[in-house]
């Protein structure tokens, strides 16, 4: 039997398929409209797609294990060494990684209530204490994750923005913050939205990496580069952190489609700019919607917006009866709301007629 600390782990509650709800509800899949999972609604850049079937000619081959070609692109792009970056079969490999090489029994956790749902899990899965610290106005109260460090602390997650809340810190407080952080706790700080904040929160947090040995940065390729099926994502620190996370790390945990699709998506400034504005857009049109039928919405940083409904569960299920799959947060301590992503605008319009009447 599996220790108890296992046992206790309630599992991570993915956005429902499309595949799944047509044979629920006997839709059409072409009807259903996906708004659960934060993906990107463009799809996949043409470049990045020629770089993926490219790449598919070698597939007898393992994948180059220390990735080497996706690591010198995301050199030359952020200008960090090599031995500075750690890949990972997404991003929530990175912060997996991080509970695994830092945490374990004896050893705790300081994340935020409504903070992302992996962070609970990673810090469970190590066998280490969990601290959850109340939110402020749904986003991170820093004083107050500061104050709950213990000298068992060895991890502090944040993400910015946060999901499922989208709420942001501006990069002078954070960077305040890590300055009073102790050095034995490694801050993982969760960027996995970052390439969809506006001109005027943009901060970089990879400046800082040589004043912060103990700062870890983990983004990820699911969300703006439109790659969230092949899973890849990396994080950015210290060789000294990164050289522990390697340590733990599964022999070939990126595969090489993705290896090669990410490398290339990496300087497709076109489609990601192209993503960014469409991502303005579709916020614009929602939280308009929102604000005309009197729904109250949380700001966003991200490329999705949580609202209140009040009856989450209720108008959750009249949303799949409509073929709209969105995402209930109960897990995430608010069943009164609801996170949508946004989508093409048709889809986001699609949302917004069947809204009213699940609202009941
Ligand atoms: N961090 C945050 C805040 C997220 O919302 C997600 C995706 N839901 C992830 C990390 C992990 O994404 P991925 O593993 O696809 O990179």
């Given at each position: 039997?599996?220790?108890a600390?296992i046992?206790?782990i309630?599992?991570?509650?993915p956005?429902?398929?499309i595949?799944?709800?047509?044979?629920?509800?006997?839709?059409?899949?072409?009807?259903i409209?996906k708004?659960?999972?934060?993906?990107?609604?463009l799809?996949?850049?043409?470049?990045?797609?020629?770089?993926?079937?490219?790449s598919?000619?070698?597939?007898a081959?393992y994948?180059d294990?220390n990735?080497f070609?996706?690591?010198?692109?995301?050199?030359?792009?952020?200008g960090?060494?090599?031995?500075?970056?750690?890949?990972?079969?997404g991003?929530?490999?990175?912060?997996?990684l991080a509970?695994?090489?830092?945490?374990?029994p004896?050893?705790?956790?300081?994340y935020?209530?409504?903070a992302?749902?992996?962070?609970?899990?990673?810090t469970?899965?190590?066998g280490?204490r969990?601290?959850?610290?109340?939110?402020?106005?749904?986003?991170?109260?820093?004083?107050?994750?500061?104050?709950?460090?213990?000298?068992?602390?060895r991890?502090?997650?944040?993400?910015?923005?946060?999901?499922?809340?989208?709420?942001?810190?501006?990069?002078?407080?954070?960077?305040?913050f890590?300055?009073?952080?102790?050095?034995?706790?490694?801050?993982?700080?969760?960027?996995a939205?970052?390439e969809?904040?506006t001109?005027?929160?943009?901060?970089d947090?990879i400046?800082?990496?040589?004043r912060?040995?103990?700062?870890?940065?983990?983004?990820?390729?699911?969300?703006?580069y439109?790659?969230?099926g092949?899973?890849?994502?990396?994080g950015?620190?210290?060789?000294?952190v990164?050289?522990l996370?390697?340590?733990?790390?599964q022999?070939?945990?990126?595969?090489?489609?993705?290896?090669?699709?990410?490398?290339a998506?990496?300087?497709?400034?076109?489609?990601?700019?192209?993503?960014?504005?469409?991502?303005?857009?579709?916020m614009?049109?929602?939280?308009?919607?929102?604000?005309?039928?009197?729904?109250?919405?949380?700001?966003?940083?991200?490329?999705?917006?949580?609202?209140?409904?009040?009856?989450?569960?209720?108008?959750?299920?009249?949303?799949l009866?409509?073929?709209?799959?969105?995402?209930?947060?109960?897990?995430?301590g608010?069943?009164?709301?609801?996170?949508?992503?946004?989508?093409?605008?048709?889809e986001n319009?699609r949302?917004?007629a069947?809204?009213?009447a699940?609202?009941?």
């Amino acid at each position: 039997l599996a220790p108890a600390h296992i046992r206790a782990i309630s599992p991570y509650q993915p956005g429902k398929p499309i595949s799944e709800l047509a044979r629920e509800m006997g839709l059409a899949e072409e009807s259903i409209v996906k708004l659960a999972s934060n993906e990107n609604p463009l799809g996949v850049g043409e470049k990045t797609r020629e770089a993926m079937l490219k790449s598919l000619a070698d597939i007898a081959r393992y994948p180059d294990g220390n990735g080497f070609e996706l690591k010198d692109a995301l050199r030359r792009r952020y200008g960090v060494a090599l031995d500075q970056i750690v890949l990972g079969n997404g991003s929530n490999d990175i912060l997996e990684l991080a509970a695994g090489a830092f945490l374990g029994p004896d050893r705790d956790a300081v994340y935020a209530q409504h903070a992302f749902a992996v962070y609970p899990l990673a810090t469970q899965a190590a066998g280490a204490r969990g601290i959850e610290v109340p939110a402020r106005n749904f986003g991170h109260d820093l004083d107050a994750m500061l104050a709950a460090i213990t000298p068992a602390t060895r991890v502090l997650f944040i993400a910015n923005p946060n999901n499922p809340t989208g709420t942001f810190i501006p990069g002078d407080e954070l960077e305040a913050f890590l300055v009073r952080v102790p050095e034995h706790v490694l801050v993982v700080l969760d960027e996995a939205y970052t390439e969809y904040l506006t001109p005027d929160q943009r901060y970089d947090a990879i400046a800082w990496l040589p004043r912060f040995p103990n700062l870890l940065i983990s983004r990820t390729f699911s969300k703006a580069y439109g790659l969230a099926g092949l899973r890849v994502g990396y994080g950015l620190g210290s060789p000294e952190v990164i050289d522990l996370l390697n340590r733990v790390r599964q022999p070939f945990n990126v595969c090489s489609v993705a290896l090669s699709a990410a490398a290339a998506a990496l300087f497709d400034d076109e489609f990601l700019s192209r993503s960014y504005a469409l991502n303005c857009a579709g916020m614009a049109q929602l939280t308009e919607g929102f604000t005309q039928l009197g729904l109250d919405w949380i700001p966003s940083a991200g490329n999705f917006v949580t609202f209140k409904v009040g009856d989450g569960a209720g108008v959750n299920r009249r949303l799949l009866e409509q073929g709209v799959i969105v995402r209930p947060i109960g897990g995430y301590g608010m069943p009164e709301w609801l996170r949508v992503s946004i989508g093409l605008e048709s889809e986001n319009a699609r949302f917004l007629a069947v809204l009213p009447a699940a609202l009941g």
